[in-house]
């Protein structure tokens, strides 16, 4: 468990908040360096977009000719590719909207957006476009900075311009809300029963503890999550510390039930046959079965924390918008294909219809787990690009839900449990059925 949480612990370094309230300085050096200053993205929609900038100095902002440029994510990204082809002062008349930063506070409403649209902000000022030879004596040139606050708001369910959440995080409030109840009640009617579970002991009760961890990790990530998100819905920051925990908490969930699975599949297929019936579900301790987990465990780990350094939003499950994502999904494609096989040679081989049907089930929740992230990755490929992030996440986080309740209900179930043990006389230490305790006699 140490390295897990070891592989997993620099994640917490990752705390930052694509937050939709910008505050900050303007610099006209920096908006020199870079050909203007970029401040913020944001995905408008409907009928009431709002920006609105505060600044602190008015007078300095108007004698700088101080402007905030609304472009479209296609043509900023396109004069990106371009910057040393481009004409630095032609290109500000892309902007789709020009903003003079004339008053301490600066509104604008925009056009109504029949359909999601990006855009960049960025800010440039009389001397953004300035050479080096024709500063000339200029002491104060990019010495003096504005302070701002940049607020960006879409409108709400009655149309007013509140909403803080860009088009692609619309729904996720609210989703995470019916996560966090889901798993309350579910604590409420089943915490108990696998609490005594877990005491009684028997031959799976290191798999029932990991589950209950991973199931306690992952509703730990919901809840931070929505904690995150209900401020966030307030100033359009949130608690980017939360946010950073439930992306940690996830990744060790994630990594926890990679080994589990791993560690029972791998021992099954590689030992199996030196082993006695009775040792089918315990612990997989083999020298082999291990060193393919924890490299895999590893890898994943390491792939995890690139993608949270490429991609800084708070989203678990991220799209195919970068390197380390698509190595993770092709990692998780070959472990399925590796514990397929694995489980396909035990399938085949057994005799005994309940224990194939117990390891049948097994096969769908870790195939579920898995497999799920790839598979919805590529599905969203037919939808537009703001929607395919928010899909994967309730799409994926719902189905790894599934997977763990069909391992729950495998590794709980009274009658599968006593053939696959195949014990001559045991307590049935792993049901929620009962309170009692039921003797077995061969």
Not at 12 to 38: E, I, N, P, Y
């Amino acid at each position: 468990m140490k390295l897990l949480i070891l592989s997993t612990f620099a994640a917490v370094l990752v705390l930052m908040c694509d937050g939709k309230t910008v505050t900050g300085f303007f610099s006209s050096d920096m908006a020199r360096q870079s050909g203007a200053q970029q401040v913020a993205k944001f995905l408008f929609h409907g009928v009431n977009g709002l920006l609105s900038c505060q600044i602190d100095n008015r007078t300095v902002a108007i004698g700088k000719g101080a402007k905030l440029y609304l472009f479209h994510e296609q043509v900023w990204l396109k004069l990106q590719e371009k910057i040393k082809e481009v004409n630095c002062l032609l290109k500000f008349s892309d902007a789709h909207v020009t903003i003079s930063l004339n008053d301490v506070e600066n509104n604008q409403t925009l056009a109504p957006f029949t359909h999601p649209e990006a855009y960049y902000i960025v800010y440039a000022d009389k001397y953004t476009c300035l050479e080096n030879e024709d500063k000339r004596d200029n002491d104060s040139f990019g010495a003096e900075t504005i302070k701002f606050k940049l607020v960006l708001l879409n409108p709400d369910a009655a149309n007013n311009p509140l909403d803080h959440f860009s088009a692609e995080e619309s729904g996720l409030h609210e989703f995470y809300f019916l996560l966090v109840l889901a798993y309350f009640l579910v604590a409420c009617i089943y915490a108990q029963p696998i609490w005594q579970s877990i005491k009684k002991g028997g031959p799976i009760n290191t798999i029932l503890k990991v589950l209950s961890v991973g199931l306690f990790l992952q509703a730990s990530a919901a809840l931070t999550n929505y904690m995150h998100l209900s401020r966030y819905s307030v100033d359009g920051i949130g608690v980017p510390l939360l946010g950073g925990l439930a992306e940690l908490c996830d990744m060790i969930s994630q990594n926890q039930m990679l080994y589990m699975l791993l560690s029972l599949c791998m021992g099954w297929s590689l030992a199996r046959m030196g082993r006695t019936q009775s040792r089918l579900l315990e612990w997989d301790s083999t020298p082999i079965s291990t060193a393919i987990a924890i490299v895999a465990v590893i890898t994943q780990g390491i792939l995890l924390l690139w993608e949270q350094f490429e991609d800084i939003d708070h989203h678990s499950y991220h799209a195919f918008n970068s390197m380390a994502s698509l190595l993770l999904m092709a990692l998780r494609v070959c472990l399925v294909l590796l514990l397929t096989s694995s489980l396909y040679k035990i399938i085949t081989m057994e005799r005994s219809v309940l224990k194939r049907n117990f390891y049948i089930r097994f096969a769908k929740g870790c195939i579920l787990w898995l497999l799920c992230h790839p598979v919805f990755v590529a599905a969203t490929l037919v939808f537009a690009e703001y929607q395919r992030e928010k899909i994967i996440v309730v799409a994926v986080t719902f189905c790894q839900s599934v997977a763990m309740a069909i391992l729950y209900r495998l590794f709980l179930s009274r009658s599968l449990y006593w053939e696959v043990s195949s014990l001559s006389s045991v307590i049935l230490p792993l049901t929620m059925s009962s309170g009692h305790r039921c003797h077995y006699q061969s």
